[in-house]
């Protein structure tokens, strides 16, 4: 039987989000007859955690990542933290060409070219990790899971496609408005694979209940979901603002928060929702048990301000909820208006309102969008198809650095 071939995937943040968890749902599909995953991250934290809980080795190789997308960029007022990152970035790639290194001789001083690990990127914010494999000649395939921002001039944006174009064997786009954002690529380079969801673990016939007894609300109190934590990209202003209102028209609706936060989220809520609505919206902060929190949600609300792939919207779809979202780039891939989901103009608080009301108030029509939003996700966010999508990207790949 064939020695596995080692993979290096290269993480970036510390939190839990989209990108980790993509990660992980792929991780969990390796053939691990054929593959021997490690994975290096710039930071300690619970990512790194959920990967070592799988069973993957993990190795801190600490270093900032180069932020030039939709949700993270670095504005005129915040130049000399783009220059305290740029001037960390050269021992970062130092530090990550010897971790490459000491991979290379995991495989022994005799390997041949086709043991040589491939370097996966997980994120458009990896130049550097880029840079540092393509200086050993490792095979790179490059993850593009954000928009990348146009900035003031683009020149920060001309510079990242330059490094994509440069730097990468193979690019990963996970839907096709991110493709988009990388410019003219060689023909072939770029494809698009949604991200993909666990069935496993998001089971539409699970278990319910659980966050309502949490919360002790009646059966008949719809609860509106909001998965972005004190994110201003994903809508958490904007939902503070349309609140109010929207607690107002469904009188017996309840709204639960949950993601990251912190005590200025918190004191904005209490500024934006007058008292007598307040018991009416729970702040979960973090949570790891998305599906439970799916489960019982009656709507998922996603009004988010840039343009960017939603994964709450695919884990909502694959429990049966029925999305309503910002009318943007990578969340109009993710919902067939008026079939799987609705669509809103973006930053507009009081067609959220009007809209979330509205669907709560015909139950029926709510839980016809759910079931095809569930038929939408088996066909379009299937982990086993998706996965098998990305192994190819590998396979291909490594057919042009010798045999496989």
Known sequence: MPTPRPILYVHHERAIGGAPLSLLFLLRRLDRSRWTPRVLCLREGPAADLFRKEGVPVRIVPGPDLSHTELVWFRARQFPRLLLRLGASLPLAFRLRAAFREE??????????????????????????????KALRLPVVWHIREPLAKGFFGIRRALLRAAIRRWSDAVIAICQNDAEQLGVMPAGRVRVIFNFVDFAQFDFAGPKGALRRELRLPEGAPI??????????????????????????????HLAVAGESSPESTAAWIRAVPADLRRRVHLL????????????????????????????????????????????????????????GVLIPPSNPRRLAEVAAALLA??????????????????????????AETVAVYEETLARFGPF
């Open 104 to 133: 290379i001789a995991r495989g022994g001083a005799a390997s041949p070219p086709s043991a040589l690990p491939l370097v996966h990127l997980n994120s458009s914010t990896l130049a550097v990790a880029a840079a540092a494999a």
């Open 224 to 253: 509106l979901l909001f998965l972005g934590g004190a994110a201003a990209t994903k809508g958490a202003e904007i939902l503070r603002r349309a609140a109010p209102d929207l607690l107002a028209r469904a009188s017996q609706a």
């Open 285 to 340: 902060g973090a949570r790891t048990d998305v599906p439970a929190l799916l489960a019982d949600a009656a709507l998922l609300l996603f009004p988010s301000t840039v343009p960017h792939f939603a994964r709450p919207v695919i884990e909502a779809a694959a429990m049966g909820v029925p999305s309503l979202a910002s009318d943007l780039g990578g969340v109009r891939e993710l919902i067939l208006p008026g079939k799987t």
């Open 362 to 387: 015909d139950p029926v029509h709510r839980r016809t969008l759910g079931r095809a939003a569930l038929d939408l996700a088996r066909e379009r966010f299937n982990a086993e198809r998706n996965a």
